[in-house]
């Protein structure tokens, strides 16, 4: 019988779940909303009703298969707890509780989920990890035992790769790249510190520069025409192309800041390969460029000309439920 | 039978090698010089001399045992080609032959041993991995799956064990945490590029602090009596302990650049423990305090109180013979 896996992306929006094989073929697909249930008290229901989407997902196939797990890709998800831990915008306390201790915000969604589907196997781990583990399943990086993987989104995430597993780190909070601090005393993070990577890098990262270079740089721009809140990275994308030197120049600046921080990077796992992944990689080669160019040259001499910058091979097939539902056939291999 | 491997560490100056078994008890141990075969042409005599200086030492023994192989720590080992590659300072062309191909200056000195005792199982790895796995396999990190290594010497050296493996990445190069930039534009490092972490945090780095500080500290310090080229570390955790200001800051200085790119390291691999090994780290509470408290400062919330700087449990015991050894209980366990 055909073999398939649940793979559910959380985002603070809306929850994605389809039923994946091992090929990353997709056979179904739908969505919830995951605003719905804001608050500590909603995440009873909003388990039954995202169980009860999947189950007539599953009703809807015309064959029948083996249900191998269930794969979770969700903000602070801890691949070892099986726990989504104190996430920053889903299941909040309401405001008169915000002073509740924090610890308790744990939510047990692998174990819960496994047993709404009669205690197959469930696995959680953060969305950059997810992606991580599509890329290395379904993805470029097929038969890589090495490589690195940045996902551009609103912050910066990563996965890292080496022996040919996922680096979750003793407390499986490994991969945070995008707190690396990419400049001292630098722009505020969300993190509470000064001049994480994600400030300079990430889709409101490079946002944040282009006002920045608005303000430093005299040329002419249409992009001055495009109030703060308004304005996403694709438009700096377009801009670019058009020859906007606000644009190329904050392009540059973004690649120069990712570039250098990888080729630090490197030096710790050594990779056969860096995969770019998300919103911002999809602006090609303005993001390619810069970021080959200043790797290359803060690289140190035994890394030179060996290390690969790739664009992501799941990029907008569903990436984030293929990448959930890899957790599951990364086990079964 | 009793088992025992044997353990080498290939140093400029001399090659150390020991006979050592699985509960990393040395039960003999020897030296020869390394510098006496200068030249690439030497190589050979020196594979030479080498294996006979350990057949003495085996025949030294007054028990049997059965040989299980032969580990060794050296400058640009790699350990998938089993050579040592492009060594800065082992085996170089002779001053007229320097525009040859450095390409061809690879030593197969895994092979070459093997052959010697009857094809044994041979691994070499670079100095820093190889304290690294001795530390996993004798020392305080026995039983740990994710840790980094940072060897304070001559320069900065590191290993980094994610999910238990030592990571060598895609080429055998990973683990130079020593080069990843401390200092944008900063001192001028012997890899060519500028502001690398060892430049700031080693014996020669802190030295070359110590020189900074007297020149922009107006303090009376005992320091100032010293010559350059007579320098060395100890001298300035002596001063430390009467209360030099200038050696103070020094170390202040020093464990805040190596805490703050610790940070970074976490972010990468979230391990259970970071361990302080090699010379500079005898300095004691001078260098482990301030080390500590900046690595806490800057780390993420995600990581705060949960990464213990530990000192190696290795330091002192012949730590670089028994780390050779260990490449080869690794792979026995």
């Known amino acids: 019988m055909k073999k398939l896996a649940i793979g559910i992306d959380i985002g603070g929006i809306n929850t994605a779940f389809g039923l994946v094989d091992e090929q990353g073929d997709l056979f179904a697909e739908s969505?919830?909303?995951?605003?719905?249930?804001?608050?500590?008290?909603?995440?009873?229901?909003?388990?039954?009703?995202l169980a009860q989407a999947i189950r007539a997902l599953i009703k809807s196939l015309s064959f029948e298969f083996t249900l191998v797990g269930i794969g979770i890709g969700a903000p602070n998800a801890n691949i070892y707890?099986?726990?989504i831990e104190q996430p920053a915008n889903l299941w909040k306390f309401r405001e008169e509780e915000t002073d509740r201790n924090e610890q308790?915000?744990?939510?047990?969604?692998?174990?819960?989920?496994?047993?709404?589907?009669?205690?197959?196997?469930?696995?959680?781990?953060?969305?950059?990890?997810?992606?991580?583990?599509?890329?290395?399943?379904?993805?470029?990086?097929?038969?890589?035992?090495?490589?690195?993987?940045?996902?551009?989104?609103?912050?910066?995430?990563?996965?890292?790769?080496a022996n040919g597993k996922m680096i979750y780190g003793h407390d499986g909070f490994?991969?945070?790249?995008?707190?690396?601090?990419?400049?001292?005393?630098?722009?505020?993070?969300?993190?509470g510190r000064k001049g994480?990577?994600?400030?300079?890098?990430?889709?409101?990262?490079?946002?944040?520069?282009?006002?920045?270079?608005?303000?430093?740089?005299?040329?002419?721009s249409r992009l001055r025409e495009i109030p703060f809140s308004e304005f996403d990275s694709a438009m700096i994308s377009a801009a670019a192309e058009e020859g906007d030197p606000i644009a190329r120049e904050c392009f540059r600046l973004t690649g120069e800041r990712l570039g250098r921080a990888l080729a630090d990077a490197v030096t710790v796992t050594s990779p056969e390969a860096i995969f770019l992944f998300g919103g911002l990689a999809k602006a090609g080669k303005w993001i390619f460029e810069p970021t080959a160019h200043?790797?290359?040259?803060?690289?140190m001499f035994a890394y030179k000309n060996k290390v690969k910058?790739?664009?992501?091979?799941?990029?907008?097939?569903?990436?984030?439920?293929?990448?959930?539902?890899?957790?599951i056939w990364q086990e079964e291999a």
């Open 31 to 49: 969505v919830i909303s995951t605003r719905k249930y804001p608050y500590v008290e909603d995440y009873p229901t909003y388990v039954n009703d």
């Open 81 to 83: 707890s099986g726990m």
């Open 104 to 161: 308790r915000r744990l939510f047990p969604l692998a174990e819960d989920l496994s047993k709404a589907f009669g205690g197959v196997k469930a696995l959680i781990t953060n969305d950059a990890n997810a992606a991580t583990i599509g890329e290395m399943v379904y993805g470029n990086a097929k038969g890589m035992k090495d490589f690195i993987m940045i996902t551009l989104g609103t912050g910066l995430g990563s996965g890292f790769v």
């Open 174 to 191: 490994a991969g945070e790249f995008g707190h690396v601090i990419a400049e001292r005393d630098g722009r505020v993070c969300g993190c």
């Open 196 to 220: 994480c990577l994600e400030t300079y890098v990430s889709a409101t990262g490079i946002k944040r520069t282009a006002f920045e270079l608005m303000s430093t740089m005299p040329d002419r």
């Open 294 to 299: 200043y790797l290359e040259e803060n690289l």
């Open 309 to 327: 910058l790739l664009p992501s091979g799941i990029q907008g097939k569903n990436a984030a439920i293929l990448g959930a539902s890899a957790l």
